[in-house]
């Protein structure tokens, strides 16, 4: 059982505009900013699209935000695409004895 | 170019260890902490561990701290993570990734640059 907690799934049409959910604690996405997104296509390396909660590394399309309300961090992916078909995982700086913990992961299907 | 590659995976039996080596090029390797993370077979991302800059400073999750241990050579650009009494659940693909916080001692806890991954493979 993964440390965050992610929907296995979301779905949308091209065009449209999903969010994928990170719930976490206060001692994790709710108490720090530092929450990260990364994108994994298949038998690929992931690929980092948000790090501090909203930031956005050069490169990755603005198409990519992210936001936090309390312990939910949030990735929203606007004006989908066929290539966004792929996995998402979230990861947040813990308090905990382990210091980084991710979500399970979620399956976009667009 | 930033580059990462991970090397010395391969098949080992539980309870062996095995040691595997991240070579980084195209950028200041001595300024960058590291993590590793890895992958069980159709499974999701699991975080590893962490060496700062200077290799002083070492963390590491719960389910490898006391037999995972990292270290670095700047000299060579090469961060090592040994891995000890290795188990069948310590079978993925491992990563090796560079925390983007150009600040000497800051972490942003994020991964910016990854490699290709080295597979894992604990069977008797």
């Known amino acids: 059982q993964s440390a965050l907690t992610q929907p296995a799934s979301v779905s949308g049409f091209p065009g449209q505009s999903i969010t994928i959910s990170c719930t976490g604690t206060?001692?994790?996405?709710?108490?720090?900013?530092?929450v990260s997104w990364f994108q994994q296509h298949p038998d690929k390396a992931p690929k980092l699209l948000i790090s501090?909660?909203?930031n956005r590394p050069s490169g990755v399309p603005d198409r990519f935000s992210g936001s936090k309300s309390g312990n939910t961090a949030s990735l929203t992916i606007s004006g989908l695409q066929a290539e966004d078909e792929a996995d998402y995982y979230c990861?947040?700086?813990?308090?905990?004895?382990?210091?980084?913990?991710f979500g399970g992961g979620t399956k976009l299907t667009v | 170019q930033v580059h990462l590659v991970e090397s010395g995976g391969g098949v080992v039996q539980p309870g062996r260890p095995l040691r595997l080596s991240c070579a980084a090029s195209?950028?200041?390797?001595?300024?960058?902490?590291m993590h590793w993370v890895r992958q069980a077979p159709g499974k999701g991302l699991e975080w590893l561990a962490v060496?700062?800059?200077?290799?002083?400073?070492?963390y590491y999750a719960d389910s490898v701290k006391g037999r995972f241990f990292l270290s670095r050579k700047n000299s060579k650009n090469t961060v090592d993570l040994q891995m000890n009494g290795l188990t069948i659940d310590d079978t993925a693909l491992y990563y090796c990734?560079?925390?983007?916080?150009?600040?000497?001692?800051?972490?942003?806890?994020?991964?910016?640059?990854w490699g290709q991954g080295t597979t894992v493979t604990v069977s008797s």
């Open positions: 990734a560079r925390d983007p916080e150009p600040r000497v001692g800051i972490y942003s806890y994020a991964m910016d640059v």
């Open positions: 195209g950028f200041t390797f001595s300024t960058y902490a």
């Open positions: 060496i700062s800059y200077d290799g002083n400073n070492k």
């Open positions: 206060s001692s994790d996405v709710g108490g720090y900013k530092f």
């Open positions: 501090g909660v909203i």
């Open positions: 990861s947040s700086y813990t308090d905990s004895t382990t210091l980084v913990v």
